[in-house]
């Protein structure tokens, strides 16, 4: 299916020794993978955060994992957690607007980082991030584990054999239905000045995609917004007597098909409901209310250096989730859809996990009949993906990556710039040329793709 990691020597290989920045639901994924999964050559050595009750559940969780629980910092002490615990890495992964402070903070003091996506939220902080990179010769690993979902993995393997030959057009379209969807529209991802906007916070996976698909850098964005469903109107539509601050204090929880009970969720309870004593985080805001800034429907067109073109959408009030992505080559159509499980972040629920027969590959050559290609696959968060990154990560010695998956600040800031263009579109209503913004975009290591000087043969005439 693709190259797997070798299992290095343990007793060769001395620990690595990791701190955690940001101790909301996704720590825990990089928590176990150190001290469960990857114990052999990985340590947590401390964790930090702003809420203390989150860090207190970092450290019974490390109890639980049989591991040596990590001293605590809170937020402010986070020079003083890398001075004293001197950490090999630090992971980052706090709010998106925080991460560029952490990760320069911690490159400068000799750290290696890895970051959630995005890898920060406006560009003035993204060159800053580069400049830090080149001062300090570290590097910003990003996590972008949907390179590592198998079916994606395959897509990429597909475009690399030259099977639809050079790629000159992509049409993209990612549905997130109301219960993901909405999510976003409840949490602190729903103010810009936090996430840059769902075509930062949620985009970013999905432009690194196909900048990873296309092994190409991304040039200019024009770009299209709105929102329409999330709004005060559309309560007052549904039958409600309008927006309210919380789920928890609504009167109008039976009426409300998005009510969120986080008492019903043990992950929701722990991390935000029992904690909201320390820092008044209210993880439940209504849907609809008047404050949120971020739009539920967009719409990009991205130009790459190659000459391809991106059609791009994302909805997020869908009737179903997940995607369907086109590929129009010198040679066919490459086809490809994914239709995803419900999800809500924190709970118990896996992201990524597709319904059955929920993955399609289809190749149709020029003039010819199309046929179907069965896709791989994999068990676990994100369609299998969060394994198979982790182990990149973790594991000293990978074996050969024919794909490059490994996302470094290149990609990092492919991915983001195209979501910050395109902000700046929605504003001014104008294209964007991405070089505007941090100047020449630092190409990523990609994939050999087939060349544009490729020659291409006649397509066979109609019957």
Request: proline share 6%.
């Amino acid at each position: 299916m693709s190259d797997l990691p070798h299992q290095p020597n343990a007793a060769a290989t001395p620990r690595r020794r990791y701190a955690i920045v940001g101790l909301g639901s996704r720590r825990e994924l990089y928590q176990d993978g150190i001290e469960k999964v990857h114990s052999r050559w990985a340590e947590l050595v401390a964790v930090c955060d702003s809420n203390p009750g989150r860090i207190e559940l970092a450290r019974a969780r490390s109890a639980r994992n049989g591991a040596r629980v990590p001293p605590g910092y809170a937020a402010a002490d986070f020079d003083r957690m890398l001075s004293e615990c001197r950490p090999d890495v630090v992971i980052v992964a706090t709010i998106d607007s925080a991460h560029h402070g952490y990760l320069i903070r911690a490159m400068q003091a000799g750290c290696d980082v890895i970051t959630e996506k995005p890898m920060t939220t406006e560009a003035a902080h993204c060159r800053q991030i580069l400049e830090t990179c080149r001062q300090t010769g570290r590097h910003c690993r990003v996590t972008f584990n949907y390179r590592y979902s198998p079916p994606r993995s395959q897509v990429k393997e597909l475009l690399m054999s030259g099977v639809i030959g050079e790629v000159l057009s992509v049409d993209f379209h990612w549905l997130l239905n109301t219960h993901h969807g909405a999510d976003y529209f409840r949490r602190w991802h729903a103010q810009k000045r936090n996430s840059g906007g769902l075509f930062v916070h949620k985009s970013t996976h999905h432009f690194d995609l196909v900048n990873w698909w296309l092994g190409a850098v991304p040039v200019a964005v024009a770009a299209t917004g709105k929102r329409e469903f999330y709004t005060p109107a559309m309560a007052r539509r549904m039958g409600l007597s309008g927006p309210h601050e919380r789920c928890a204090t609504c009167p109008e929880t039976a009426a409300c098909g998005f009510h969120l009970d986080l008492r019903s969720s043990p992950g929701l309870k722990a991390l935000y409901l029992d904690q909201e004593q320390h820092d008044g985080y209210w993880r439940d805001r209504c849907v609809f209310r008047p404050d949120i800034d971020i739009e539920d429907t967009l719409n990009a067109l991205v130009t790459y250096d190659t000459g391809a073109t991106l059609s791009y959408s994302l909805n997020a009030f869908n009737a179903w989730e997940g995607y369907t992505v086109a590929f129009n080559g010198t040679k066919g159509r490459l086809e490809h859809s994914v239709v995803e499980s419900v999800y809500v972040n924190g709970t118990e629920t896996v992201q990524g996990g597709v319904s059955a027969d929920g993955v399609r590959l289809r190749i149709i050559p020029l003039r010819s009949t199309g046929y179907e290609i069965a896709p791989w696959s994999a068990e676990g968060d994100h369609g299998g993906g969060d394994r198979l990154m982790l182990e990149d990560i973790f594991l000293p010695e990978a074996g050969p990556d024919r794909f490059l998956r490994k996302a470094d600040e290149r990609a990092g800031a492919c991915s983001i710039l195209v979501g910050i263009a395109a902000n700046q579109s929605l504003v001014t209503g104008a294209r964007v040329q991405l070089a505007d913004l941090i100047g020449e975009l630092p190409p990523p290591d990609f994939a050999p793709m087939p060349s544009r000087a490729a020659p291409v043969p006649m397509p066979p005439r109609p019957a």
